[in-house]
Nanobody, 120 residues
Framework: VQLVESGGGSVQSGGSLRLSCVASGFWASSHWSWVREAPGKGLEWVATISKVGRETYYADSVKDRFTISRDNSKKTMYLQMNSLKSEDTGRYYC???????????????WGQGTQVTVSA
């Protein structure tokens, strides 16, 4: 599967962005997640959605600000990010994992990610 993340950009603190992750090829009917990587830091899990979207899970740092969703018919997953903070800055990736991956070796089909930069 090839993954293409998009929707990132530069915003001021308090702003909003909507990220998309589009898959080409096989779209697994399983849990999918968003993770992010800040400069000098490792991968941080952000949010996970179940295979039909009934269950969602969020890191404490983004709870009540971010919303994960998916459209299986379009092989697409989304991340609506509101009330953005400077600590949300990083490169965001999607992956077919439950609450992960937490390191690059755990997943083979990395996309290029999409950069989110939040200025104070």
């Amino acid at each position: 599967v090839q993954l293409v993340e998009s929707g990132g950009g530069s915003v001021q603190s308090g702003g909003s962005l909507r990220l998309s992750c589009v898959a080409s090829g096989f779209w697994a009917s399983s849990h999918w997640s968003w993770v992010r990587e800040a400069p000098g830091k490792g991968l941080e899990w952000v949010a996970t959605i179940s295979k039909v979207g009934r269950e969602t899970y969020y890191a404490d740092s983004v709870k009540d600000r971010f919303t994960i969703s998916r459209d299986n018919s379009k092989k697409t997953m989304y991340l609506q990010m509101n009330s953005l903070k400077s600590e949300d800055t990083g490169r965001y990736y999607c992956a077919q994992r439950f609450k992960g991956p937490t390191n690059r070796a755990e997943f083979a089909d990395w996309g290029q990610g999409t950069q989110v930069t939040v200025s104070a």
